[in-house]
């Protein structure tokens, strides 16, 4: 298994769901392809888990619309505590991740760079 480290640029392998999958949470068929940036690694060996903070543009459509979605319903209900505490003039920017655990033996690297976000939209 490679060594992973914080920072690092993964892809989540493609392969069949096992019902010991549905048993820990860390894998649905659903993520297979999804890539993202490995966030923060758990425990070591083959039980070590990693979160890994997807790229919202790797999201199959209706699932990155619906995480678009409760971002701006979330910027809506901001309260006035927060409103304030934000930077003047700035439309109350704040960036909802997208993050799963995984274990790491369903990782692979990504040679893709991240793409560039800049207020939230991708350049």
Do not use: C, W
């Not at 966030?39 to 070591?44: A, D, E, N, Q, S």
């Amino acid at each position: 298994m490679p060594a992973y480290k914080e920072g690092d640029r993964v892809r989540i392998v493609r392969r069949p769901a096992t019902p010991a999958d549905a048993k820990t949470g860390l894998y649905y068929g659903y993520y297979g392809g999804l890539s993202g940036t490995l966030f923060k690694l758990y425990g070591r060996g083959e039980a070590a888990q990693a979160a890994v903070e997807v790229d919202l543009e790797s999201l199959p459509e209706d699932v990155a619309r619906r995480h678009l979605e409760v971002r701006d319903q979330m910027r809506a209900a901001l309260t006035g505590a927060a409103r304030r505490a934000s930077a003047p003039g700035a439309e109350h920017e704040f960036r909802l991740r997208y993050v799963l655990l995984v274990a790491l033996t369903d990782l692979q690297r990504s040679p893709l760079a991240r793409p560039k976000v800049s207020n939230g939209k991708r350049d």
